[in-house]
Structures are given as C-alpha cells and as structure tokens.
C-alpha cells in the first residue's frame, strides 16, 4: 500500500477527496509504512451528532446503538451523515508503522485528536456493551491513524473518561485564549457555558484577560450548577434561538454587548442572537457543529453588524496541554465535566 | 402596525426569529412608521442559488424562471431553499415612513445593501420579461426595507447593472483590505480570480500590500482572460475541490503557501483545499455561500492545520463606497465584470 500522509489511499469514494469529505474510508487492520494501528476501547460522539441521533429514534437506546453501527459499517467511520461531526476515540496502540512520525508505541493509552469524521474504523463487538444513552460508547474494534493525524497520551491523573471528554473539546479553550488576549480587557459571552467546551472557555477567558465573564445556559438547573462553580462573573437564563432575548441577556449580565461572544451551544438556530449580542468591531467564534455558515454570513450583513465571524477550528499547537491543565488548575470546571459525565 | 428596526413584525412563521431565518415573510405593501417601500425593478440573484437552480432544471430558463416565481410567492422573499442564500435588488424609493432612519426619499434609485433573504419581497409582472438564463432579473414589483436596512444611491458613473454586480459582492474587497492589512507584505492566493467578489479581491488585495497575489481558476478561458487583466502577479489553473492538486497550484503560484486565502468559488467542497494551501497562522476567507461549516471546521483539525478561519461577512462599514471605487479605479476588474454581465 502506497500511503499519503493525508490519508488519501484510504479513500474509497468518491475518488480524490480528503477522509473527512469522503463518504466511505477503507478500514481495513493492515497498516501502511507511515500509519498505525489502535485498539478501540471507548468513542466520543460529538455532541451535535449524538442529540440528533438520539431525537431521531426519540431516546430508544438500542435503536440508536443499530444507526451508530450501521453508520460505522456504510462509511468506515464514525461519520454522522446529517450533523456532518464525528467525536473522537480512546485506546491503545496495536502495531505503529516503521515510518510512522507519531512518537507513539505499542501499549501506550492515547486519545485521537483528529475528528472520527476522517479515521479509519471498524467495531468487532456489534457495541454490545454500550446502552445507546449516552455520548461515550465502550467498544472494540480498530482505527488507524495517518502520518499528520494527532494523538495525545493520556494523563495517568485524570480518569479516561473526563480525559476523554476534555480533550474532544480542547480546540476550544485554546482559540477563546487566542481570541480573548487579541482585546484589551474585554467582555466575553459564552453561550452554554455549563457545557465541556462552555466551561473551558469561560475558564480561557478570564486567564486571557477578560475584563468580564458571562455564561448564558438554556435551564435554571445549569444556571445554579454554573453559578455555584463560580467560573464566571455572571450567569443568565436565555434561549439562544431567540436573538431578542439572548441579546438582552447578554448586554444585561455584562453591562453591555459582548466584545467576544462564544458559541459552545451545540442546537440550530443560535447564529443570529450570537451576532446580535456583540459589540461593533467584536468577535463572534462558532465551535457549535449545528451552526450554519449561511446563517451567520447573510445574519451578519442583514443586521449591519461589523463583527468578525471565526469559524471555530479545532486544531491549535498546544492545545491538548493547555486543556488539560486548565481541568487541573480549575476545579470548578473539572467539577462541572465531571458531573456531566456522571449524569449519563 | 407595531415595527421593530430589524424587521421581526414582518415574520410569518416560525415565530420569535429574525427575518433571515424565517421560513414565510408578510410582503405586504403597505409600510410601518420606519419602514421603507421601494418599487423593484431588478434582483441579481445569489451565484450559488442561480447555479443550483440552473442545474436543478438543466438549464431550462422557463422552469428556472417559474420557480423563482414560486419561492417569491411562498416565501415572501427570494430566500433559495436549498443554498440558503439570496442576492440584493435596485429599484426606485416609493414611500418613507416618518420614521426611518434611512436617509433616502421618494423617487432616489437605490441598491439594497442587505440580503434578499431578509427582505419582504412581491413580484406583480410574473417575471415576464426574464428568460431565466441569467443572475440578473428584470422584474416588477416591490420591497420593504425596516429601520436597520442599509441602501446606497446608484452612482451616476456606472450602469445599474455593473453597479449592482459591484455592489452584491461589496462585502468581499472590504474583508480582504482588513485581512491583508493585517499582515506584513502576505502572499495572497485568491480562489475564483477571475469572478466578481474574486477580481475585487485581488484588486483589494494588492493595494492593501500583499507581496505577492495570485488568482486560482478552473477553466483555460479564465485563466487566458484573468491573465489579460493584469490585476494579479500570477494565474493558476487548477480545481479547486481537489485538495492536493489546487494547494501545489498555489504554492507554485505564490512560492510557497499562501498567508491569505479568499474563497470565492461558487462550488461546494473547497474548503479541505484552501486548508490545504494556506501557511500556519495563515488566514482562510471564506466567502462562498457553499461552504460548509463542518467540512472548514473538521477539516482544520483533520489536517492539524493552525489557520484563522472567517466567515465572510457580507457588512464592513464604507463597503459599498470601497467597492466602487476600486471598479472605478481599476479599469482591469471593471473589464471582468463587464464581461461577465455582458456573457449572459
């Protein structure tokens, strides 16, 4: 087999895309010079993903488990047809290729850091062990791994499963960080600021300089969790599908429009009252999967709103430490991922 | 009628969104204190909405035409259900509110600056005098502009139709300018060169102090009239949803990978390419309309790829005046545009 370090001979169709654009990759355990091979121990879907499978078969966990399943099958990866997102997986390295640029070697615990949407994957155990019912899926099975694919090791201080979960988030953190230090001691707004990349954000932000922090959530529960782990200034209850609302709310907990407002909400319909919530000449970053790029361009230009709009990349150097140590130096975020992790 | 500035009493169904995101539109014609009705006399649709429905019916002009007839009359606007985008219109001011802020009068011909997808809109002539073969829709009519609607007078210099080509893809120079300024002397890649939003790019690239600029396009006859124009120091043939193929173009282009990228090609699945061929800490612009979300955002961390993504947005304060100015003082884009309305 003649690798690219890209992937692209594990392309099946259409021909001469990247993995992530193809809607089948060969997954077959056999390995190339440059590539590697991991046993699977536990998947990550992408939030988005997993709420739309699970509204579609209305919460039956087994059904949900059958489309995960045939989803992995059809495409030869974990590759959500409708949400387009993917998650990312755990496990530990089976056989690394002798070319392979990864400083990785059989037995080492890692966790992937490029999405599901591009792996190679196959599932042996028919996901037996897994209830359909939440994000983290146990399984085994393989996944390969490209020369530029990223993997991370895991901590031994942190559980694989808040590890797990950090980690699949931690592009965030890294570009609010980057974001919120281009301001000078500005406002920030982060919508779902109870969630894993929430959390983190709000965390980033006060770090980077935040003049003030706000975390807008959809529930009072999330809003007395986020209020008690006090990683923020202040925490409003919004929709924010409703741009007149979320607007208010937000101009209301910080005293005026956010100069940076973060999109961690992982529903439709959140572009407009994003946009609407910043300031002239500030910054909106989209990290939500349900965010349309349509929406947000034509919201932006019928609201004559001057804001940079950033699509929220999930690749940034450093950015699997800088996570980690923010849930090491923040109890109150490590607390609050902890508990979400515990309520599925 | 109780009005609000961003039109919200003018939304049909669903309730509680902003007029972008509504499915159906009240066009009716009688005005709110702050409203605005202008008599319509031509849209240019969006490129990527006429391009789609232009396939969808093989080319068949009449069919096009009828059902741009039928997404007026079931939307209330020219909103294209499956890109999600619209285009702008010129027409005449026909009645003021006491209330608007705008500063035009009755009888001023103006372009709007705000999307067709936010705009009430009502054909009254069956689009008889179109033939469906073209973005530039001769039509009669009206629309309804609310309080935080932008419009500019038609300049006296230019043609109705060169100034609403010019001015439906105003957005695009403005956010290059800011790009390219920005950096220190970027190498500037422009993909869709020879377009619209592309020759204005590349004209605002250079002046804004790129180094070096080159414009990507996928046919000979772009490429040969492209490089007649002069606006650019190199062309390069390539397809721009072929990662691996457009970033060697680039690069061969520029000397090395580009430190801006503007995405102006009107096709879906470019976005691993211009990942692909833009420089770590680089910039990516996206402005077409089919871009998708999650292929950019997947596809930056598929690729470990550390660049600032944007999504173009359509408002930059002095757009419409930038814009115009460059067509004036460049007479090389003002040629490409004249050919291309000229072409259809």
């Keep these: ?25 060969d997954a077959r355990p056999e390995i190339g010079a440059d590539e590697i091979r991991v046993r699977v121990e536990r998947l990550n879907l992408d939030a988005a993903s997993f709420r739309q ?21 059809d495409r030869g990866k974990m590759h959500n047809p409708v949400t387009g997102s993917g998650g990312m997986l755990i496990g530990t390295v089976d056989e690394v290729g002798p070319e392979s640029p990864l400083r990785v070697k059989p037995g080492d615990r890692v966790a992937t850091l490029v999405s599901l949407t591009l792996t190679p994957l196959a599932i042996t155990d028919g996901l037996s062990t897994w209830d359909g019912r939440g994000e983290q899926v146990p399984c085994e099975g393989h996944a390969i791994l490209f020369a530029r694919s990223i993997v991370a090791a895991l901590p031994d201080d942190l559980t694989p499963e808040l590890a797990l979960a950090v980690l699949d988030v931690c592009g ?83 005293g005026g429009p956010a100069d940076v407002t973060v999109v961690c909400v992982d529903v439709p319909g959140c572009e407009h009252g994003a946009i609407l919530s910043t300031a002239d000449r500030g910054t909106v970053v989209f990290f939500s999967m349900a965010t349309s790029f349509a929406a947000a361009a034509l919201g932006a230009e019928g609201l004559a709103a001057d804001v940079t709009m950033l699509i929220g990349n999930g690749y940034l150097p450093g950015h699997a430490e800088y996570a980690l140590d923010l849930v090491r130096g923040e109890p109150a975020v490590r607390g609050l991922i902890q508990s979400r992790l515990e309520a599925h």
Tied chains: 1, 2.
């Design 1 to 25: 087999m003649i690798t690219s370090p890209v992937g692209l001979h594990r392309v099946v169709t259409p021909a001469g895309v990247l993995p992530q654009a193809a809607w089948r990759l």
């Design 53 to 73: 499978l699970a509204e579609k078969h209305g919460g039956d966990g087994p059904a949900v488990r059958d489309d995960v399943l045939a989803i992995i099958h």
């Design 172 to 254: 965030a953190p890294a570009l609010t960080r980057r974001v919120v230090a281009g301001y000078d001691r500005p406002r920030v707004a982060v919508l779902g600021g109870a969630g894993k990349s929430g959390s983190l954000a709000l965390a980033a932000a006060r770090r980077a300089g935040a003049a003030r922090t706000a975390g807008i959530v959809p529930t009072a529960a999330e809003r007395d969790r986020l209020v008690a782990a006090g990683v923020c200034d202040a925490v409003a209850l919004a929709d924010a599908r409703d741009p007149v609302v979320l607007s208010a709310a937000v101009t209301g907990a910080l």
